[in-house]
């Protein structure tokens, strides 16, 4: 073998390796720190929750008015569903935010359509269930669902 072709082999391996440190370095700060959400996508988020909160919500008797993590590490911990759509995740974003090291930063989403919640699974690495059903569409709940993400269990509540 040439040295000049020795030379371009060493090279092209050495290019390679840095693209894979600094897409683990990525990865990693991502997880460690949460996923970068662009301020034009902040101050709209803002903008549509206070439009949301001045309009009066109208609400079927036995619809459910909240979300409660009934196992895991963070037990007792709840979103409510005027809020919707409601993120689950370990980013600082998410409206519930779980301490387990199953979860993705941006796990989850719970959110309505009509009368009806719907639970979204965000492309997670270890899935959403409902029972030991791997959720790959949005799929209805109704109260009482139980919701798993890692070892975590959710439900939608009166």
Do not use: C
Not at 52 to 81: C, D, F, I, M
Not at 110 to 139: C, H, K, M
């Amino acid at each position: 073998m040439s040295e000049l072709t020795l030379f371009l082999i060493r090279l092209a391996f050495l290019a390679i390796l840095w693209i894979f440190v600094l897409s683990a370095v990525s990865v990693i700060r991502s997880d460690m720190f949460g996923a970068r959400v662009p301020e034009a996508a902040r101050g709209g988020e803002r903008r549509s929750r206070s439009a949301r909160s001045a309009q009066p919500s109208k609400r079927r008797r036995g619809a459910p008015t909240h979300v409660l993590v009934t196992e895991g590490a963070n037990s007792g911990e709840r979103a409510e569903l005027d809020q919707a759509p409601i993120l689950i995740g370990r980013g600082s974003d998410a409206a519930i935010r779980l301490d387990d090291d199953y979860v993705s930063t941006r796990h989850a989403r719970i959110a309505a359509s009509g009368d009806q919640w719907f639970v979204e699974d965000l492309g997670s690495t270890n899935g959403t269930y409902i029972g030991s059903v791997r959720l790959t569409q949005p799929t209805t709940v109704t109260v009482g669902t139980q919701i798993r993400i890692g070892k975590t269990i959710l439900e939608l509540r009166k």
